[in-house]
């Protein structure tokens, strides 16, 4: 079921990313592929002919990916699994977006072939903040049940005995329920939907996609503070009921997300497809393999998002060049992540006895628990379920902070896949331990209780 469930966690970053390129081929504000296009261009035998051979090679390239993300359901431990998917992620992430970026450089040329660029270029066609005109809001109240929702673990984990942790972890849901209610307003500081010389239509093409991506961000609030509620009250029912929740809020939001991108097109482009002005904004020279925004001219750091979804950065702003950086570092990152992950689960935990102290050990992290502060001791066969506070919670390896039911919030290092398992009281906290070797536990075990 963890397989299944992490498989969907990762698989559907590539659905995803098919359809939102895929889509690009349909005009969207006079832009085809990313490249800025005349009206008479978009029935163009040749414009045609390359949108087909992007079609062709997007499902060339995606039926493959796809067959790969399959063997990671037939594994046996997390790990494994964890490190077949951070490695797969990256041709899942490059590989469309390449096939993306070699048609519109080819569409680019044609355009260049068949001067097809615009008189305006991308010099300003009218007052900007002439056309956009006040828009109603939401009232920011109807964000605040969600965000005080998702206050609600933080403060009883604080109030909870050596729950710290926990409280940080459901912190961040307080940061995206706040963070949604940001982006709300930060759509109202966007640019203008401009396409040419027409400021009614400029306000029109403004106020569609406002008011989409405004009942997005409400309802992402809504849905983020559901969902904290949800996990703080399955926290104790175990792994798979966490990713099983995580992995439908996800795919919830995602799905809402592209239906009110695709909405927002739709509706733009009844609005645009009548109009033949021959003066409209042309960027493309200020879109990287139009992808990225890079126009130091532009004072904005987030714009409307050409491929994809929402806002795009502008990584001409210094703080556009951090961002990127950032992004690229933890997409980067995430093979390295698995591995770790996957090396973790392989290495063993050791039991080391000495004449003062026992020491639980796993690479580099270790509970040393010294012998004249010990007040019981027991040997267990069976552990009792378990569900991490914090730490790490894989199929062969528990090491962190745990509730264990019969036991209270625990210190755990051990494989609970290999019993017996030690029990062990020591200074007011509670250690469940034990050796990859079942025969140096329950030597431990002797030893100690001989003493």
């Not at 003062?356 to 007040?375: G, M, N, S």
Request: aromatic share 10%; glycine share 6%; with cysteine.
């Amino acid at each position: 079921m963890i397989n299944i469930i992490l498989a969907a966690c990762f698989a559907i970053i590539l659905p995803i990313e098919y359809f939102m390129l895929r889509n690009t081929v349909k005009p969207k504000k006079n832009i085809i592929l990313g490249v800025t296009l005349p009206q008479i261009a978009h029935n163009d035998r040749e414009t045609k002919k390359i949108c087909g051979s992007f079609a062709k090679w997007l499902n060339i390239v995606t039926l493959p990916l796809l067959l790969l993300a399959i063997p990671p359901l037939f594994m046996q431990t997390m790990g494994a699994v964890m490190m077949w998917y951070t490695i797969w992620v990256l041709p899942a992430i490059i590989a469309p977006t390449a096939v993306f970026a070699i048609h519109r450089r080819k569409l680019m040329t044609l355009k260049r072939a068949k001067s097809w660029s615009s008189a305006a270029g991308s010099r300003a066609l009218v007052d900007i903040k002439a056309a956009a005109l006040p828009q109603k809001k939401i009232n920011g109240l109807w964000f605040l049940p969600p965000l005080i929702a998702s206050l609600i673990p933080v403060v009883h984990s604080l109030t909870a005995p050596l729950e710290w942790e926990l409280a940080l972890i459901h912190a961040i849901f307080v940061f995206m329920t706040g963070a949604f209610w940001l982006c709300y307003y930060l759509i109202f500081r966007l640019r203008t939907e401009v396409l040419n010389e027409n400021i009614t239509l400029t306000m029109a093409l403004t106020r569609v996609r406002r008011y989409n991506w405004g009942k997005f961000w409400l309802a992402a609030s809504w849905l983020t503070g559901v969902y904290s509620l949800l996990l703080w009250a399955f926290f104790e029912s175990g792994e798979a009921v966490i990713l099983a929740i995580s992995l439908g809020y996800t795919i919830i939001l995602l799905v809402f997300a592209l239906q009110t991108e695709f909405a927002a097109r739709a509706a733009q482009q009844k609005l645009t497809a009548a109009d033949t002005g021959e003066l409209y904004l042309d960027e493309d020279d200020y879109w990287l393999l139009g992808l990225l925004y890079y126009n130091p001219n532009d004072r904005h750091l987030l714009v409307n998002q050409r491929i994809g979804t929402n806002m795009s950065l502008n990584v001409a702003s210094p703080a556009g060049k951090i961002l990127m950086i950032l992004s690229v570092l933890c997409i980067a990152a995430l093979p390295f992540f698995g591995m770790w992950i996957w090396a973790e689960e392989r290495t063993p935990t050791r039991l080391i006895l000495s004449e003062t102290a026992l020491t639980a050990r796993h690479t580099t992290d270790r509970y040393v628990i010294r012998l004249d502060t010990i007040e019981s001791v027991k040997l267990i066969e069976i552990l009792p379920r378990a569900s991490r506070v914090a730490g790490t919670g894989l199929t062969n390896l528990y090491k962190g902070r745990f509730r264990v039911e019969g036991f209270g919030t625990s210190r755990l290092c051990l494989h609970p896949q290999n019993p017996p398992f030690l029990v062990i009281r020591s200074g007011g906290n509670t250690y469940i331990i034990n050796d990859a070797d079942s025969g140096v536990t329950r030597n431990v075990y002797t030893i100690k209780t001989a003493r």
